[in-house]
């Protein structure tokens, strides 16, 4: 069981602060020979796999690396477009890393500004007067799980479906805002939040909420 990532998400739908705490990671590395049996396409500045699966290499991976240098983007090391890099049959044999894009900042910006306006629609949508909103979103691979405050703050929890303790969690890391955040004197509401102390008694709690599921007094 594992607890994912954490976002906090301000009234406007502003991104405040997220962490990745443990993000499962499934890559395959080949060395190929030329022609390259595989077809890539640039997708979201992306250098991915369009057609043809093997060896753990997966339809939407994209290009983390080549001969064990990491890529920026649909560019290699070098500056060289990637797809250009690989119709070049000097360049073989060739060492590639594949494996789940990773988010950039913008994409996690984008999403946060998304789940508010979900968020909203589903408030909106509710046949009763006075819904929560989404608490809970269920995938085959992780729940999502999130905490408004009366203020429109909300915290949430990405984690494995089979994780217990997040609701228990999602108001430990409310407690932990009020205290290491909101009570910090250079600290501005609805703005990032950078503080120590929030990070490190975050960071410990999602280690307590792996472990125990749950808190105990004093935790």
């Given at each position: 069981m594992a607890i994912f990532s954490?976002?906090?998400v301000n009234k406007a739908g502003g991104l405040i602060y997220q962490y990745d705490n443990y993000v499962p990671r499934a890559e395959a590395e080949k060395t190929?020979?030329?022609p390259l049996d595989l077809v890539l396409k640039i997708h979201d500045e992306k250098a991915v796999v369009s057609f043809g699966q093997r060896d753990g290499i997966r339809?939407?991976?994209a290009v983390l690396s080549?001969?064990?240098v990491d890529v920026n983007g649909k560019y290699t090391a070098e500056g060289k477009e990637?797809?250009?890099?690989l119709k070049d049959a000097t360049n073989y044999p060739v060492s590639i890393r594949f494996g789940r894009a990773r988010l950039t900042s913008n994409e996690k910006l984008m999403l946060a500004s998304m789940f508010h306006s979900l968020f909203a629609i589903g408030s909106q949508l509710s046949p009763e007067v006075g819904s929560s909103g989404i608490e809970m979103l269920e995938t085959?691979?992780?729940k999502l799980h999130c905490f408004q405050t009366l203020t429109g703050i909300?915290?949430?929890v990405l984690a494995d479906p089979r994780q217990a303790?997040?609701?228990a969690l999602l108001r430990k890391i409310y407690e932990i805002y009020s205290d290491f955040a909101l009570k910090n004197p250079f600290y501005s509401l609805e703005m990032p939040i950078r503080c120590e102390l929030f990070d490190q008694n975050l960071k410990s709690s999602l280690e307590i909420a792996e472990k125990a599921g749950t808190f105990g007094p004093g935790s």
């Open positions: 954490v976002y906090v190929f020979s030329f339809v939407g991976h080549i001969n064990g990637i797809i250009e890099y085959d691979t992780f909300k915290f949430i303790g997040i609701d």
